[in-house]
T-cell receptor
């Protein structure tokens, strides 16, 4: 069984740029959730994708967007980067059952200068 | 809106001492509560969930709806328990979205 993987591991961008983060879900999982974890904070829910459709969104502006592909992998896109976007971005996969456990990836560390 | 509060940023105990990591939540409905753990240089992983009512690595947690708490306990701390612990809540009808607390760093000293 392959676990959740994320790429890249680290990324440095400047304000105003755009970034794309990638996530491969665990084998057998069709649901992907994205979380932002700022320094010293717990993960905050950004949004969730199920069968290529957004299925729930947290309190994040529209410049945070995502995609899910037919193989259930996912992308998180952030436009017009701001300094406060600097954080660890976590991807978690699960089945579509609302009671299922979420399995987290190692995260992508984004630094915005 | 739901909220999870972990009042302690850092908890330091000696090996063999009891551990209690506090977690309080606010949610008007019937929540599902979890404890996630992150060991050094490892990914976030599920430790236990209240509906399972099981003991994992000697840790237990009981959901107290009256006090809206889900404290994590272990009678005798081990050095390998040193890690970051996050309490999380999933609301009914909220899909599979988790609301996390800010975490408590547990340090077990020899």
């Amino acid at each position: 069984e392959t676990g959740v993987t994320q790429s890249p591991t680290h990324l440095i961008k400047t304000r105003g740029q755009q970034v794309t983060l990638r996530c491969s879900s665990q084998s057998g999982h069709n649901t992907v959730s994205w979380y932002q974890q700022a320094l010293g904070q717990g993960p905050q829910f950004i949004f969730q994708y199920y069968r290529e459709e957004e299925n729930g969104r947290g309190n994040f502006p529209p410049r945070f967007s995502g995609l899910q592909f037919p193989n259930y992998s996912s992308e998180l896109n952030v436009n017009a980067l701001e300094l406060d976007d600097s954080a660890l971005y976590l991807c978690a996969s699960s089945t579509d059952r609302s009671t299922d456990t979420q399995y987290f990836g190692p995260g992508t560390r984004l630094t915005v200068l | 809106a739901q909220r999870v509060t972990q009042p302690e940023k850092l908890l330091s105990v000696f090996k063999g001492a009891p551990v209690e990591l506090k977690c309080n939540y606010s949610y008007s409905g019937s929540p599902e509560l979890f404890w996630y753990v992150q060991y050094s240089r490892q990914r976030l992983q599920l430790l236990l969930r209240h509906i399972s009512r099981e003991s994992i690595k000697g840790f237990t947690a009981d959901l107290n709806k009256g006090e809206t708490s889900f404290h994590l306990k272990k009678p005798f701390a081990q050095e390998e328990d040193s890690a970051m612990y996050y309490c999380a809540l999933r609301t009914t009808g909220g899909g599979n979205k988790l609301t996390f607390g800010t975490g408590t760093q547990l340090k077990v000293e020899l």
